[in-house]
Antibody
Framework: QVQLVQSGSELKKPGASVKVSCKAS????????INWLRQAPGQGLEWMGW????????TYAQGFTGRFVFSLDTSVSTAYLQISSLKAEDTAVYSC??????????????????WGQGTLVTVSS | DIQMTQSPSSLSASVGDRVTITCRAS??????LNWYQQKQGKAPKVLIY???SLQSGVPSRFTGSGSGTDFTLSISSLQAEDFATYYC?????????FGQGTKVEMK
């Protein structure tokens, strides 16, 4: 069965870096893009961007450029999110999600069909 | 960016009630609209994609409708396991934006 399993919670000091992993199983990793999403405590869902698992090319949403890096290791079917120069406001649950689509006459309609369990990153001195 | 606005932000309902949540897009998005359910401390789960298509394994009491700018998610007979937060999300353009969520609580 399809699974996305993320690395465990992290506690970091301001200015440090963190790398969150998302290991896929149960399907061909390079056949589906991986998205990253953020959910701050008590808040809604925010799309950070996605990475093409075929080419490794990432696309970042506004507000997630510079300090945020998406990467892959296709040999172990794993996607990574690295955040540098951490700030207190980066405290959130970070989740990966697989992209799939439904095609009809009006086009390709993408949605997130499988999600990782989420990784809590806490930034505190 | 396309803004997604859900209403209400929260509602109280009882088991067996019919529940309707609305989602409005700031511009037309055809049927590029998905609905997710999130339970406390858990990952979201897709319920409806392309506005009205039921994801495999999701109970038929969940239905989605709408096109253009106005969409609804309905639960025909609320069950105990349906108390959760529901999000709409558009996939018409990037960034893929979500509504702010609707929390369905027990009355």
């Amino acid at each position: 069965q399809v699974q996305l399993v993320q690395s465990g919670s992290e506690l970091k000091k301001p200015g440090a870096s963190v790398k969150v992993s998302c290991k896929a199983s149960g399907y061909t990793f390079t056949s589906y893009a991986i998205n990253w999403l953020r959910q701050a405590p008590g808040q809604g869902l925010e799309w950070m961007g996605w990475i093409n698992t075929n080419t490794g090319i990432p696309t970042y949403a506004q507000g997630f450029t510079g300090r945020f890096v998406f990467s892959l290791d296709t040999s172990v079917s794993t996607a990574y999110l690295q955040i540098s120069s951490l700030k207190a406001e980066d405290t959130a649950v970070y989740s990966c999600a697989r992209d799939t689509y439904y095609y009809d006459t009006s086009g390709y309609k993408y949605y997130f069909d499988y999600w990782g369990q989420g990784t809590l990153v806490t930034v505190s001195s | 960016d396309i803004q997604m606005t859900q209403s209400p932000s929260s509602l109280s309902a009882s088991v067996g009630d019919r529940v309707t949540i609305t989602c409005r897009a700031s511009q037309s998005i055809s049927t590029y609209l998905n609905w997710y359910q999130q339970k406390q401390g858990k990952a979201p789960k897709v319920l409806i994609y392309a506005a009205s298509s039921l994801q495999s394994g999701v109970p038929s009491r969940f239905t989605g409708s709408g096109s253009g700018t106005d969409f609804t998610l309905s639960i025909s007979s609320l069950q105990a396991e349906d108390f959760a937060t529901y999000y709409c999300q558009q996939s018409y353009s990037t960034p893929r934006t979500f509504g702010q969520g609707t929390k369905v609580e027990m009355k």
